[in-house]
T-cell receptor
Framework: GENVEQHPSTLSVQEGDSAVIKCTYSDSASNYFPWYKQELGKRPQLIIDIRSNVGEKKDQRIAVTLNKTAKHFSLHITETQPEDSAVYFCAASLMGNQFYFGTGTSLTVIP | EAQVTQNPRYLITVTGKKLTVTCSQNMNHEYMSWYRQDPGLGLRQIYYSMNVEVTDKGDVPEGYKVSRKEKRNFPLILESPSPNQTSLYFC???????????????FGPGTRLLVL
């Protein structure tokens, strides 16, 4: 089956700096790549996603890039704020049925 | 209010005592799924359902059963729970399909299970 690896496992940045989280996947058939944010004690919530026919997608301070050839995708958060502190999960899916998640990145934004 | 609900939210049980965690959604979603979340392992998919009476195994189905008799409900059944099933469980639903926002999953609040 699919294998998704996520790095780093923890990340600390100063408020206002950028944060980048990277994921790799193994199954070239995967075609949907969502990113979820999970605050402490809360449920995961989708923050951005990308499909395999697109190389980059941006939503305000958040962007995701996908390199299908290298089988990796990344989450970029610019102008980080303390409320961005959370655990972020990447995932890979084929047709939105089976989902394989990374192990998570704990992001801390230092005021 | 559009939502996914789970019950119970917290459960302590003993090895071997059958239990059911319910999941319900009011968004008329076709797709529903169960995940377990363990420290350092992220979320792992247990079972998913693409529609009524259609279910399939995820990555870690051993020790679990599901059923999808109605569109809105997708219960998770542990016939004989064991301590290694102690975990945080999330149900999720989505419209289904691959067009537009079909794959966007909405998660329930989670059920924290402790098996002694």
């Amino acid at each position: 089956g699919e294998n998704v690896e996520q790095h780093p496992s923890t990340l600390s940045v100063q408020e206002g700096d950028s944060a980048v989280i990277k994921c790799t996947y193994s199954d070239s058939a995967s075609n949907y790549f969502p990113w979820y944010k999970q605050e402490l004690g809360k449920r995961p919530q989708l923050i951005i996603d990308i499909r395999s026919n697109v190389g980059e997608k941006k939503d305000q301070r958040i962007a995701v890039t996908l390199n299908k050839t290298a089988k990796h995708f990344s989450l970029h958060i610019t102008e980080t704020q303390p409320e961005d502190s959370a655990v972020y999960f990447c995932a890979a899916s084929l047709m939105g049925n089976q989902f394989y998640f990374g192990t998570g990145t704990s992001l801390t934004v230092i005021p | 209010e559009a939502q996914v609900t789970q019950n119970p939210r917290y459960l302590i049980t003993v090895t071997g005592k059958k239990l059911t965690v319910t999941c319900s959604q009011n968004m008329n979603h076709e797709y529903m799924s169960w995940y377990r979340q363990d420290p350092g392992l992220g979320l792992r998919q247990i079972y998913y359902s693409m529609n009524v009476e259609v279910t399939d195994k995820g990555d870690v189905p051993e020790g679990y059963k599901v059923s999808r008799k109605e569109k809105r409900n997708f219960p998770l059944i542990l016939e004989s729970p064991s301590p290694n099933q102690t975990s945080l469980y999330f149900c999720a639903s989505s419209l289904g399909g691959t067009s537009g926002r079909g794959e966007t999953q909405y998660f329930g609040p989670g059920t924290r299970l402790l098996v002694l």
